[in-house]
């Protein structure tokens, strides 16, 4: 009893990194990821070339041949990796496999260690990019290089596409859809950097499909005035006048209108919730009822954003000096709207409720239109099965995205993405874009198992991949 006791303690003692040594698979996917995170690929640092040659040569070194990795960009400063897995040649379409090698910006002072330098600490891997999208982007290439070494042959060809800057102005994908599209061409796509899983003090809760993505808009609110010396004011001020109309604009709320995707999200997601919650998710998925939105829109901000589009004030500036009346008064708003809205419907909305014609609202940043994907049972089928395999807590659910990926421009080129990232992190504790971002060890190689495992039963057939 003692010796066993002995050898249990010595095994949790254990740290993750020996335990990766003792598994090939998982010190491999270990040391890509690592790889990956220590090299700089925020936008001011424009390594994403220098990263995607990295990748190329691990490929290369797993035998893949050399005419079927491709690295471009539509400038140097933007390189992107495309990587072809080849398939049995049947006249099925590829599938594609997205992820992004940029990451958001990080400063040292603003962490508690170098952000580009990957660490292991309590159950935990550190630095920037872990949660976004790094993880994706090591998941996708370790996962290439295994099915590789294993001899696996796809039904179809497989399309790895790593991207350069999705989170600044997403041109690499949009540039590969419109002058590459024979090389990254596909029936449907698979994205890393979208849905995941929700985890409730640890245990699995939810696991989101991203079929939906909301879109971005940018309006620009200006007031012009004459300006003055501050001790003459009048009632006429450039600055109280946008006060106001930002006022109206906050105290707004956009209709509730559901899709498909939502729908399917608030039905399923209340089987993971309680009491008066539960009940609202049910009776609003049925019909929309309007009290239970109000409660939960109340009740939870991303609640509210999935149901309606919502436009708020990110930005203020005017004025250029203490004792003059300024001249020009300027506000962002910042709008996510649902996937079948218009940016003109939503300016009309925002001039009406303002109501003000001295309030000048012109775009800034155009909508890009994506349409939603449908729920095909071909494809969730699959993903739902392995899920509760692996999960079985979990609900599945569709989600449509707060916030923006690649998957816009693919779907906007007729081939449907879902999200399946399958990095389950606690509701509350997201750090993407944050400090000390991190992924937990455990999330990510179980992350990796459950690509391994979708692809190989979407291409073979194996109902017990």
């Keep these: ?47 994403t070339g220098v990263l995607a040659a990295k990748v190329a040569e691990r490929l290369k070194a797993a035998g893949f041949p050399a005419a079927d990795i491709t690295i471009l960009g539509y400038e140097p400063k933007y390189q992107s990796l495309v990587a072809r897995y080849r398939g049995r040649g049947t006249a099925k379409k590829p599938i594609m496999l997205m992820a992004h090698l940029d990451v958001v910006a990080a400063r040292r002072e603003d962490w508690s260690f170098d952000p580009f330098g990957f660490r292991e600490i309590d159950g935990y891997y550190y630095g920037r990019g ?67 899983g929700s985890l409730k003090d640890g245990n699995p809760q939810a696991f989101m499909v991203q079929t939906a993505e909301k879109i971005f808009l940018n309006l620009q609110l200006d007031v012009r005035n004459k300006g003055g010396h501050s001790s003459l004011p009048v009632k006429d001020n450039a600055i109280y006048r946008l006060a106001a109309a930002l006022s109206r604009v906050g105290g707004y709320d956009f209709p509730v209108r559901l899709n498909e995707t939502t729908r399917a999200f608030f039905d399923r997601a209340a089987a993971a ?29 991303y609640f509210n954003s999935v149901m309606r589009t919502t436009c708020v004030a990110t930005l203020l500036t005017g004025g250029h000096a203490d004792n003059a009346l300024l001249q020009l008064a300027r506000a962002n708003i910042n709008c996510r709207i649902l996937p079948d809205d218009t940016q003109d419907s939503v300016r009309a909305v925002l001039v009406r409720v303002i109501g003000d014609a001295g ?51 693919v ?55």
């Design 411 to 465: 779907r906007n080129g007729g081939i449907p993405v879902y999200g399946v990232g399958a990095l389950f992190e606690e509701i509350n504790d997201s750090r993407a874009h944050g400090r000390d971002e991190r992924v937990g060890v455990e999330a990510f190689h179980k992350s990796s198992t459950f690509w391994y495992r979708m692809v190989k039963a979407l291409t073979s057939g194996d109902k017990s991949a």
């Design 130 to 196: 872990t949660n976004d999208n790094k993880a994706g982007a090591a998941t996708l290439v370790a996962n290439f290089i295994r099915l590789r070494q294993e001899n696996f042959v796809p039904d179809r060809d497989l399309i790895m596409v790593l991207t350069a800057d999705e989170e600044t102005t997403g041109q690499s994908i949009t540039w590969l859809m419109k002058e590459h599209r024979a090389l990254i061409d596909a029936e449907y796509a698979l994205n890393t950097d979208g849905g995941g």
């Design 359 to 409: 309030v000048e609202v012109t775009v800034k940043t155009a909508a890009r239109p994506s349409p939603p994907s449908p729920l095909r049972a071909d494809i969730v089928g699959p993903v739902e099965r392995l899920s509760k395999e692996m999960w079985p807590s979990a609900t599945v659910v569709p989600e449509m995205s707060t916030g923006a990926t690649d998957g816009l421009d």
């Design 273 to 301: 919730e309680t009491g008066q919650t539960a009940a609202d998710m049910r009776a609003l998925a049925a019909t929309s009822d309007a009290a239970a939105a109000a409660r939960l829109s109340a009740e939870s901000p």
């Design 1 to 47: 009893m003692r010796l066993t006791t002995a050898v249990l303690l010595l095994t949790v003692a254990v740290p993750c990194e020996l335990l990766a040594q003792a598994d090939p698979i998982r010190q491999r996917e270990r040391d890509i990821f690592k790889e990956m995170i220590e090299v700089n690929t925020s936008d001011s640092a424009g390594n």
